[in-house]
């Protein structure tokens, strides 16, 4: 089951709302329907999201972010759809029932903070569970807890004045954290902190996401959070949904040229991850088998290097076509000895950007290798280049020169003759 799900929901403005859901349930833009004299905040919106999740909604100003999450907690009816959380359709809890589920199962961290003044931090950081009538040794416990987990310890008795703007986000987290409910819903929550701080702000979000398994709502209209934070990306303009996707999928796939204008300058490398640049290893050698079958097996395959790996796919190293022919004429009978065993590694989680410089300095394609050490991909130089074309897919060709700019993007140019001998051609 979903933790939220959103179907086919409208908020409408205006005393027309109802025939304004039927004229743009009929494909009309919001534009269109001025003579009604309503505005038209979040139209036809549907999705789910699933328990643990973060899942971002990100759109310009005005394109009914703030509307639409308004509607998931209850505090705004739509005009037309349904919101369901954990099953339950909230639209039809009488208030009381609501206003329950809405302490239990929801909280809200808010651009502005939204802490009280003349309280204390603890306090502050308590509130939800006061609302709730929880005893306030017990509340004090679990506040106090929540504020080591966003970092804040030691500033319980202090009074939100007497901290810096990301500090005051962190109480508001940590008032969500206390509550303890599973999902929280953020909007704009790091919008009005500098940068560096939001950037700190994301990464303890993403913690302590991975830590407690929230399910975390966020809102943002930048790009680049948003592509960061979210699991799932959903895209809204004028309040429709222009696309729901993952990152990747948002950047490889726009669904339309808006989507694809607003994500021309996001930064590829910082999105895309190893294991969505790899190519399947082909061949794999068999670290059993003798030079002339590992020649074999790699004339077959045109290539000019191999990687060799265990039966379980755990990797042994790489060995080139030259040092084996080489091996078959002098009669060697054994691979041992003509495996490098010392290839660059890489884990299918990095960032692209994170590539480069190990892309560089390697003569061979990067291994990527998960946790249990095993080959599930290789990366040659020429594939990372392709990733950064906006739009890029599989099937498209490195651009010419596309190696020279790879050793080209490593800090110290490093390593350029080496990698410059062809000899990771053979992946391709
Ligand atoms: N209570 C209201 N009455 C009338 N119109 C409203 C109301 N609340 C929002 N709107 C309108 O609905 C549209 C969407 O507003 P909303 O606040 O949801 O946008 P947003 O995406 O959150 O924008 P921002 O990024 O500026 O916060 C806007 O045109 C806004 O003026
Ligand atoms: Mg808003």
């Known amino acids: 089951m979903p933790a939220v799900r959103a179907s086919n929901l409208y908020k409408v403005f205006g005393k027309r709302a109802p025939k304004a859901v039927e004229l743009l349930s009929d494909g009309r833009h919001r534009d269109e329907i001025r003579e009604l004299d309503v505005t038209a905040a979040v139209i036809d919106v549907s999705f789910e999201v699933e328990p643990g999740e973060i899942f971002v909604v990100m759109g310009l100003s005005g394109s009914g972010k703030s509307t639409l999450i308004r509607m998931l907690n209850g505090l705004l009816p739509p005009t037309a759809g349904s919101v369901e959380v954990d099953g339950t359709n909230i639209s039809a809890l009488p208030k009381r029932a609501l206003r329950t589920l809405r302490g239990e199962k929801i909280s809200m961290v808010f651009q502005h903070f939204a802490l009280f003044p003349h309280r204390t931090v603890l306090e502050n950081a308590a509130y939800g569970l006061e609302v709730r009538g929880v005893p306030r040794a017990e509340r004090h416990e679990r506040a106090r807890h929540a504020l080591g987990l966003v970092g804040l310890e030691g500033w319980e008795d202090k009074v939100p004045q007497q901290l810096s703007g990301g500090m005051q986000q962190r109480v508001g987290l940590a008032r969500a954290l206390t509550a303890d409910t599973d999902i929280i819903l953020m909007d704009e929550a790091f919008s009005a902190l500098d940068p560096l701080i939001r950037r700190d702000m994301q990464t303890q979000l993403l913690q302590l996401q991975a830590e407690l398994g929230k399910t975390i709502i966020f809102i943002t209209h930048d790009l680049n959070e948003a592509m960061r934070l979210g699991d799932r990306i959903c895209v809204l303009r004028d309040g429709r949904v222009a696309q729901i996707g993952t990152a990747e999928e948002i950047l490889s796939q726009p669904a339309n040229d808006y989507v694809a204008q607003f994500t021309e300058d996001v930064d590829r490398t910082r999105v895309f991850t190893a294991s969505s640049v790899m190519e399947p290893p082909i061949p794999v050698i068999d670290p059993g088998h003798g030079p002339r079958a590992a020649l074999r097996t790699m004339r077959e395959n045109q290539t000019v290097t191999a990687f060799v790996v265990h039966r379980d796919r755990r990797l042994v190293g790489v060995v080139r076509e030259e040092a084996i022919g080489e091996a078959v004429r002098t009669g060697v009978k054994d691979l041992e000895g003509l495996v ?28 990527v290798v998960d946790d249990d050490e095993r080959l599930v991909g290789v990366i040659p130089r020429v594939t990372l280049l392709a990733a950064l074309a906006p739009g890029a897919s599989e099937d498209e060709q490195a651009p010419e020169g596309a190696d020279d700019l790879v050793a080209a993007a490593a800090p110290n140019g490093a390593a350029r003759s080496e990698g410059a001998d062809g000899s990771e051609g053979g992946q391709r």
């Open 340 to 367: 490098v065993a010392d290839v660059e590694r890489v884990h299918p989680d990095t960032a692209v950007a994170d590539l480069f410089q190990q892309a560089a300095l390697s003569p061979y394609p990067l291994a």
